[in-house]
């Protein structure tokens, strides 16, 4: 028994292929951060020349304070 709906026959329905090419994402650049200021540690070390000298010099070193292992080296370094 066969229906007549009044309606065409539906089509053949086929699938193509869909190539894709890939395109690059254009990412939003953050700006550069701002540089923070770091921490300094101000060092004054005495130079004794002569006992009691009134000519007394004086090292004195801005450090920054994330490099101390480095300031540590330094400092044993001038000592030696």
Do not use: C, N
Not at 10 to 36: A, C, G, M, N
Not at 51 to 77: C, K, N, R, Y
């Amino acid at each position: 028994m066969s229906y007549d709906t009044g309606l065409p026959p539906h089509p053949q329905t086929d699938f193509l292929p869909v190539i894709l090419h890939s395109t690059p994402v254009r990412q939003e650049v953050p700006p550069p951060p701002v540089p923070e200021k770091k921490a300094l540690a101000h060092i004054r070390i005495p130079l004794h020349h002569e006992q009691d000298s009134a000519q007394d010099q004086m090292i004195e070193i801005d450090w920054p304070v994330e490099s101390v292992t480095e300031l540590l080296v330094l400092i044993q370094g001038l000592t030696q």
